[in-house]
């Protein structure tokens, strides 16, 4: 059974950093691109960033370019977001998504860990 | 960046009835549309890949249809589990976009 755990989340004053880990089980994590993906309070799904299997190819949203890092250690199965320079609007639940075959849906999610920026 | 409109934002419905929701890109999209259910409070699970592929352990009465910019989900008796939020997601390009939801309610 495939499972995705997020941790790391927490309150944190604007301008902090947080780092986020995922934690997966049941597949083979170094063959699957990984995503992040988070929803603010009462909002839709916006997608935050990227990282291939072996972690060489990312991609960022605008919003998070050069404040949010995403990295995977395939050794441990987990991946991470790193997050600096946030910013109140960053505040929202965070997933980790694995993403699909050649689709590219999101086949499985983890149940989100929640990042509050404020003062 | 490649927008996802749906519609409606929000639907009343009974148990039993067909339902649909509309998504429309603002660009050709091939066949990279995919559909998503919520519940309040849980992560979002995948209903329907690839335009229409039904999600192994998806129950039947869930069909997508559609082709290059306009796509539709279906529900076509809607159960009481079926209250949801749903929104739709194109993933041929990066930024990976999301429509901005239907929420289903119960009239």
């Known amino acids: 059974e495939v499972q995705l755990v997020e941790s790391g989340g927490g309150l944190v004053q604007p301008g902090g950093s947080l780092r986020l880990s995922c934690a997966a089980s049941?597949?083979?994590?170094?063959?699957?691109?990984m995503d992040w993906v988070r929803q603010a309070p009462g909002k839709g799904l916006v997608w935050v960033s990227r990282i291939n299997g072996d972690g060489r190819t990312t991609i960022y949203a605008d919003s998070v370019k050069g404040r949010f890092t995403i990295s995977r250690d395939n050794a441990k199965n987990t991946l991470y977001l790193q997050m600096n320079s946030l910013r109140v609007e960053d505040t929202a639940v965070y997933y980790c998504a694995r993403k699909g075959g050649a689709s590219g849906s999101y086949s499985d999610w983890g149940q989100g860990t929640l990042v509050t920026v404020s003062s | 960046d490649i927008q996802m409109t749906q519609s409606p934002s929000s639907l009343s419905a009974s148990v039993g009835d067909r339902v649909s929701i509309t998504c429309r890109a603002s660009?050709?999209?091939?066949?990279?549309l995919n559909w998503y259910q919520q519940k309040p409070g849980k992560a979002p699970k995948v209903l329907i890949y690839?335009?229409?592929s039904l999600q192994s352990g998806v129950p039947s009465r869930f069909s997508g249809s559609g082709s290059a910019t306009d796509f539709t989900l279906t529900i076509s008796s809607l159960q009481p589990e079926d209250f949801a939020t749903y929104y739709c997601?194109?993933?041929?390009?990066?930024?990976?976009?999301f429509g901005g939801g239907t929420k289903v309610e119960i009239k």
């Open positions: 997601q194109q993933s041929y390009s990066t930024p990976l976009t």
């Open positions: 690839a335009v229409s």
């Open positions: 660009q050709y999209i091939s066949t990279y």
């Open positions: 049941g597949f083979t994590f170094n063959s699957y691109w």
